[in-house]
């Protein structure tokens, strides 16, 4: 089954489109490119790192539409933040987006490419027969 591209490569801020899809279907798993807090101009929102995860979790929940998936499909997340001291925080508004099931989840600080408390990419499963039906 041939590798499925989801969705147009990001531009930034910058105008110039990012080298890589924000989704990927390999079968039945959607990997998911990680997603900064970025509004639809590219711009990083402002605000502290609620606003920030806030922005990140829609921006995913976008990017697992194009594939017909929820959060509830998603079965990994991989979280990078800025300033360890934001853990609780940015919590409080990651559970949020999870009420059904909690994904396996590794979280790191880590310096982010772009000037941002927080990036985040997932791993969806999502059959393809049940994406066809639905």
Same mark, same amino acid.
């Given at each position: 089954?041939?590798?499925?591209?989801?969705?147009? @490569?990001?531009?930034?801020?910058?105008?110039?489109?990012?080298?890589? $899809? @924000?989704?990927?279907? *390999?079968?039945?798993?959607?990997?998911?490119?990680?997603?900064? @807090?970025?509004?639809?101009?590219?711009?990083?929102?402002?605000?502290?790192?609620?606003?920030?995860?806030?922005?990140?979790? /829609? =921006?995913? %929940?976008?990017?697992?539409?194009? *594939?017909?998936?929820?959060?509830?499909?998603?079965?990994? $997340? +991989?979280?990078?933040?800025?300033?360890?001291?934001?853990?609780? *925080?940015? =919590?409080?508004?990651?559970?949020?987006?999870?009420? =059904?099931?909690? @994904?396996?989840? $590794? +979280? +790191?600080?880590?310096?982010?490419?772009?000037?941002? &408390?927080? /990036?985040?990419?997932?791993?969806?499963? %999502?059959?393809?027969?049940? +994406? &066809?039906?639905?």
């Amino acid at each position: 089954m041939p590798l499925e591209y989801l969705g147009a @490569p990001p531009v930034a801020s910058d105008r110039q489109a990012r080298p890589f $899809s @924000p989704a990927v279907r *390999a079968g039945d798993f959607i990997y998911v490119s990680g997603q900064v @807090p970025a509004d639809a101009n590219g711009e990083i929102v402002a605000g502290g790192i609620e606003a920030q995860t806030r922005q990140v979790m /829609e =921006n995913l %929940k976008s990017v697992l539409a194009l *594939a017909g998936a929820t959060f509830d499909d998603v079965c990994k $997340s +991989t979280c990078w933040l800025q300033d360890a001291r934001d853990f609780g *925080a940015f =919590n409080r508004i990651y559970m949020s987006y999870f009420p =059904n099931g909690k @994904p396996a989840r $590794s +979280t +790191t600080e880590a310096r982010l490419m772009v000037d941002a &408390k927080v /990036e985040i990419d997932v791993i969806a499963f %999502k059959p393809l027969a049940l +994406t &066809k039906t639905a």
